[in-house]
């Protein structure tokens, strides 16, 4: 009796461990899910083309929304970093328009609450009030706008050349550095 529950189990094992092989290479669920090693987490990548994308706050307020010809998303679970090239956003404050920029490339951190553009920027404001330069840092939980390189801003009739500027989201308060004024 005892030989003939032996064979049968090894039978059963037998037949078992052909059926798992003969699952075209997938071994039996119970197995799988026995030997599958605990999964760490994994960085996502993603690539998108003439798209769109939004930027909400903690409050579910739009922060940036944008349009763009390319962009490379990455997640690490902790932190996403979007570049997006050929782009156009809407820069907002507090939940309303502040501004509006357009750049050749954008990098988007999440962590650090700013996007940092290069190329060809440039940032109208509400009210008209246009700046141009190379190179922009936006800070958007401290609402400032950092731009370098061939600035130059206007509103109205003045126009103001200089390094380097500092100002909010929407240009009604800015600060130049080594600049000029001219009135036309």
Not at 19 to 28: F, I, L, M, N
Not at 86 to 102: N, Y
Request: with cysteine; proline share 3%.
């Amino acid at each position: 009796m005892r030989r003939g529950i032996s064979g049968l189990l090894i039978v059963g094992l037998a037949v078992g461990l052909l059926a798992g092989c003969a699952g075209k290479g997938k071994p039996p669920a119970a197995v799988t899910k026995k030997q599958a090693p605990k999964q760490e987490k994994t960085a996502v990548k993603a690539e998108f083309h003439k798209a769109h994308i939004s930027w909400a706050d903690a409050k579910g307020r739009p922060v940036m929304e944008a349009s763009f010809k390319e962009a490379v998303a990455s997640s690490n679970g902790e932190r996403a970093i979007v570049e997006l090239v050929g782009v156009k956003a809407d820069l907002f404050q507090d939940g309303k328009p502040a501004s509006s920029l357009r750049a050749e490339r954008i990098v988007a951190d999440s962590r650090k609450k700013e996007i940092r553009a290069a190329g060809n920027i440039r940032i109208t404001s509400g009210d008209g009030s246009s700046a141009q330069c190379e190179r922009a840092t936006w800070k958007s939980s401290a609402n400032k706008i950092i731009g370098s390189g061939g600035v130059k801003l206007t509103k109205g009739n003045i126009t103001i050349t200089a390094d380097r500027f500092e100002a909010d989201t929407g240009l009604k308060h800015v600060r130049f550095y080594q600049g000029k004024a001219e009135v036309h």
